[in-house]
C-alpha cells in the first residue's frame, strides 16, 4: 500500500505521454488550440511538429504522474481516508511516552506460546492394606516388612562443630580494696570586696590671658606719623628683594 501512489503516478504518466505522443496531428493541433495554450505560449501555436509534441508528451505525463500520486497518497497513504489502522488483538496498550519504535510491545504470553504441554508422570498407587480389627495390634505383625530382621549399622560419631579450648585456668580477679571517701572541704562564706576609693576629678582651669591695660587716651599725630614711617620702612626692604 505504502508504493502504490508512486506505481500509480508513474504508470498514468506514461500512459499520458504515450497518448500525445500516438494522437493525429489535426486532432492534437485542435486541442492545443481549443485549451488557450496557443495563446499563452506563442511557440506551441499550430502547426506542431515533433520538439513540441515531444514537450507536450513530456508535460502532460508529468502533470498527469504528479495528480494521481497525490490523490492516491491522500486515500491509500500513511493516515489516509480510505486505510483503516490494523489493530493487533491481545497488544497492551502503553502510553506514547512508554513507546519506543525499535521495540514494539508485545502480547502477553500464553500457553499456546510454550507448545506441547509435558506428559505428566503419575506413580502407580500401592495396594491398600484393610485396617486390622484389633487397633492395638503391634506394628510388626501387621507390616512385617516395616521393622528390619537386622538392625542397621549405628551411625558413626560426628565430631562436635565446637571445639572446646582447654588451657590454664585464669587467674581469679581481687577486687579492689575499698577506698575511704574524702572527708568533705569546710565552706567558707565569701567575704565581700572592699570597695575601691573614689577619685574625684580634677577640672582643668581654663587659662586666662593677661589683661592689657586699655588706652587711657586718643594717640597724638605725633605716635601716628612715626608708625606709619616704620610701616613704611619695613615694606621698602621687602620691595626690594
Known amino acids: 500500500m505504502r508504493s502504490l501512489p508512486v506505481y500509480g503516478g508513474l504508470g498514468v504518466g506514461v500512459i499520458a505521454a504515450i497518448a500525445f505522443v500516438a494522437m493525429p496531428a489535426d486532432t492534437l493541433e485542435s486541442l492545443v488550440w481549443n485549451s488557450g495554450v496557443a495563446a499563452v505560449l506563442p511557440v506551441a501555436a499550430p502547426p506542431l511538429g515533433v520538439t513540441a509534441r515531444a514537450l507536450l508528451a513530456l ?50 504470553m500464553s500457553s499456546a506460546d510454550l507448545g506441547m504441554p509435558l506428559m505428566e508422570v503419575v506413580m502407580p498407587a500401592g495396594p491398600e492394606r484393610p485396617i486390622p480389627a484389633d487397633l492395638d495390634l503391634p506394628l510388626a505383625a501387621f507390616d512385617p516388612a516395616a521393622l528390619l530382621q537386622v538392625p542397621m549399622e549405628p551411625a558413626r560419631p560426628v565430631a562436635p562443630l565446637v571445639t572446646p579450648l582447654v588451657g590454664p585456668m585464669p587467674a581469679p580477679i581481687v577486687q579492689p580494696e575499698p577506698v575511704p571517701e574524702p572527708t568533705p572541704a569546710l565552706r567558707r562564706d565569701p567575704q565581700p570586696a572592699a570597695e575601691p576609693e573614689r577619685i574625684e576629678a580634677v577640672e582643668p582651669t581654663p587659662a586666662t590671658r593677661p589683661v592689657r591695660p586699655a588706652p587711657t587716651g586718643q594717640p597724638s599725630i605725633e605716635s601716628l606719623l612715626r608708625r606709619l614711617e616704620q610701616g613704611a620702612g619695613r615694606r621698602s626692604p621687602a620691595a626690594a628683594r
Do not use: Q
Open 59 to 108: 508535460g502532460s505525463g508529468v502533470l498527469f504522474a504528479a495528480v494521481t500520486w497525490a490523490a492516491l497518497y491522500l486515500l491509500f497513504g500513511p493516515g489516509g481516508f480510505l486505510v483503516k489502522p490494523v489493530r493487533s488483538e491481545g497488544v497492551p496498550v502503553i502510553r506514547r511516552a512508554d513507546a519506543h519504535p525499535d521495540a514494539p510491545p508485545r502480547r502477553p
